[in-house]
């Protein structure tokens, strides 16, 4: 085992710990401060990247939305999910199609975190959602309303746009909480 795997192991244990003996009252307060406790606690960027974004459904659409208060658009949820994790990304979901680097569409290649990207099929990038695993996505959408969850395998329509490409913005699942912890304040 090397010196950096257990001193993550080590970090990722005391986090977790940490977690368990909260008092309530700061518990409480953490909410605030949405999910930051739970981001420098998680085991994983990528589950936590999932929590949130499940979080979120049911969370009304709203162009331009940034916050679950007012509502979210496409790209407006995938930034406030990815920022609650300390994670910069740009505000569109045209910007955010150039962030991080390509993957394959093939769905075997794609894990928990990557930014999913759609669009009409001869045209740009209009539409974003994060990928939770299992074939099935997170994402504003205008037709719904909502922040829903749908499958990746549903047919395009006129409502429906086509998935065009993947992007990955989360390193490797070596970015645990340890590099998290770094980044704390």
């Known amino acids: 085992m090397t010196r950096s795997l257990r001193i993550r192991l080590r970090t990722t244990a005391?986090?977790?710990?940490?977690?368990?003996?909260?008092?309530?009252?700061?518990?409480?307060?953490?909410?605030?401060?949405?999910?930051?406790?739970?981001?420098?606690?998680?085991?994983?960027?990528?589950?936590?990247?999932?929590?949130?974004?499940?979080?979120?459904?049911?969370?009304?659409?709203?162009?331009?939305?940034?916050?679950?208060?007012?509502?979210?658009?496409?790209?407006?949820?995938?930034?406030?999910?990815?920022?609650?994790?300390?994670v910069e990304i740009p505000r569109t979901s045209r910007e955010q199609s150039h962030a991080g680097a390509a993957i394959p569409r093939d769905t075997n290649a794609l894990r928990p975190g990557d930014l999913l990207l759609f669009g009409?099929?001869?045209?740009?990038?209009?539409?974003?959602?994060?990928?939770?695993g299992n074939g099935r996505y997170i994402h504003a959408s205008s037709i719904a309303g909502r922040v829903i969850e749908s499958p990746l395998d549903r047919p395009p329509s006129t409502l429906i746009r086509a998935f065009k490409s993947a992007r990955r913005v989360l390193r490797g699942d070596t970015n645990i909480v340890a590099t998290l912890a770094a980044k704390q304040p």
Do not use: N, W
């Open 14 to 86: 005391l986090f977790a710990s940490a977690l368990v003996m909260l008092p309530a009252a700061r518990v409480s307060a953490q909410l605030a401060k949405p999910f930051a406790e739970f981001s420098s606690s998680a085991l994983s960027l990528r589950d936590s990247v999932v929590a949130v974004a499940r979080a979120q459904v049911g969370k009304k659409y709203h162009r331009g939305g940034t916050t679950p208060e007012r509502g979210f658009d496409c790209s407006g949820l995938v930034q406030y999910v990815l920022a609650a994790l300390k």
């Open 120 to 132: 009409k099929p001869k045209a740009g990038v209009s539409h974003v959602g994060i990928y939770i």
